[in-house]
């Protein structure tokens, strides 16, 4: 059993070396494919923790009159806690609003001057809403048009972040990732026909020493295995190649990338699950040589 295992991996090899021009048109096409497969992982994963942080940059913020009683407000938040699509009810009084505020504008000598000129506290207090889903805030505001005793002291109601960005954001994604998955399709079908061409090639300018060996007995899978080693040989080269040349581009746009995911780094990620993604690699492009071996083996040697 050795000794055929061994026989089929030397063959397997020198079919590689015998073709190498086609070789390393096939390997072109497979580290094109790959790398794109590779790519819409990368986007997925940074596409999807940039729509998780913007859905937890949403929520509902009510402001109250400055004759709202602290009690009253109070109780406007036990209530909406209690609403099933409700997750957390933020209240931020007056005096905790007016030292924020004076946090965030502390090096604007204007604004403090104007602050200091007032005498007073110009802000309102409010409840700050957030929902397990975006779409969970149409129906929260419906909830408190309907409190009819409250309208009284709330001054408005609003949104802090446009929902309407994020259900957009949603759709260039999905469009973008329909892009990806359709290149990768027909990449793979290339990769395929360019595999099984050349294995096909290699079957017909062994055809002599095939037939010489079934003559002889040989058994199927002695005659078979050294084209399925070529096939998956391309493959991990590619795979290899894919992950050597997708390094330094995923260094390179990190640092852009912050700009728009603050709270995930595409660098880090990478190198974290690097040998997730390598194994991603070698099992979709070890799947396309074995599947185009396969298909020209059947094809040519009818077995």
Do not use: C
């Not at 946090?103 to 005498?119: F, G, S, V």
């Not at 390094?247 to 997730?276: C, E, H, M, Q, R």
Request: net charge positive; no cysteine.
């Amino acid at each position: 059993m050795t000794t055929v295992i061994s026989r089929i991996l030397k063959y397997g090899w020198q079919n590689f070396r015998r073709n190498r021009w086609l070789s390393i048109a096939t390997i072109s096409i497979l580290l094109l494919t790959l790398t794109v497969f590779q790519g819409l992982i990368l986007f997925r994963v940074m596409t999807e923790t940039g729509i998780a942080n913007l859905k937890n940059k949403i929520d509902v913020s009510i402001y109250f009159t400055s004759e709202a009683e602290e009690e009253g407000i109070l109780t406007i938040q036990r209530r909406l806690e209690q609403q099933e699509n409700v997750k957390q009810v933020e209240y931020i009084s007056r005096d905790k609003a007016l030292a924020m505020f004076k946090k965030r504008h502390e090096d604007d000598p204007t604004i403090n001057q104007a602050l200091r000129e007032l005498n007073d506290n110009p802000l309102s207090a409010s409840l700050n809403i957030k929902a397990d889903n975006p779409s969970d805030y149409s129906g929260i505001v419906a909830f408190l048009d309907k409190q009819k005793n409250w309208q009284p002291i709330i001054e408005k109601t609003t949104y802090r972040q446009n929902q309407l960005v994020i259900e957009r954001l949603g759709n260039i994604v999905n469009t973008a990732e329909k892009f990806g998955f359709g290149l990768t399709f027909f990449l793979s079908i290339a990769a395929i026909l360019v595999t099984f061409n050349t294995i096909s090639l290699a079957i017909y300018s062994n055809r002599e020493e095939l037939s010489v060996m079934r003559l002889m007995g040989s058994p199927n899978n002695f005659i078979v295995g050294p084209y399925v080693v070529t096939g998956i040989i391309y493959s991990v080269i590619a795979a290899v190649l894919s992950m050597v040349i997708i390094w330094p581009i995923v260094g390179f746009i990190s640092p852009y990338l912050k700009f728009f995911v603050s709270d995930t780094s595409l660098a880090t990620y990478y190198a974290d699950n690097f040998l997730k993604l390598a194994g991603y690699q070698l099992v979709f492009g070890v799947t396309l040589g074995i599947v185009s071996a396969h298909v020209a083996i059947r094809k040519y040697l009818k077995i």
